[in-house]
């Protein structure tokens, strides 16, 4: 299971730090990443960390502001996201899988392990 938090409302250039923690497993050996969907839209990819190269791979749209991270010894993963716009505005789900490739190779539907979801809004 994987448990997520740090969602909320921010303003316009703001920051926010989601945190997902993994219960039940541990996250050693697997792939983490970040995903998100907006209203009426898809959901897609915005950032992944491999694990065996720490390898990272951000969505053009979030590169340069987001950051991913991850804290092994706390069962963690982190999306730190800093100058939030409007169009960033939408749920979050993070996923961890044991996959052998670096992490830019795989998409949601080839993860297992799933977050809840956290709902992000940015707004004035």
């Known amino acids: 299971q994987l448990v997520e938090s740090g969602g909320g409302l921010v303003q316009p250039g703001g920051s926010l730090r989601l945190s997902c923690t993994a219960s039940g497993f541990t996250l050693n050996g697997f792939n983490i990443a970040w995903f998100r969907q907006a209203p009426g839209k898809e959901r897609e990819d915005v950032a992944c960390?491999?694990?065996?190269?720490?390898?990272?791979f951000y969505a053009d749209s979030v590169n340069g502001r987001f950051t991913v991270s991850r804290d092994d010894a706390k069962n963690t993963i982190y999306l730190q996201m800093n100058g939030l716009r409007p169009e960033d505005t939408a749920v979050y789900f993070c996923a961890a899988e044991r996959l052998a490739l670096q992490c830019k190779n795989y998409r949601a539907h080839e993860y297992g392990n799933w977050g809840q979801g956290t709902q992000v809004t940015v707004s004035s």
């Open positions: 960390m491999s694990y065996y190269d720490r390898s990272t």
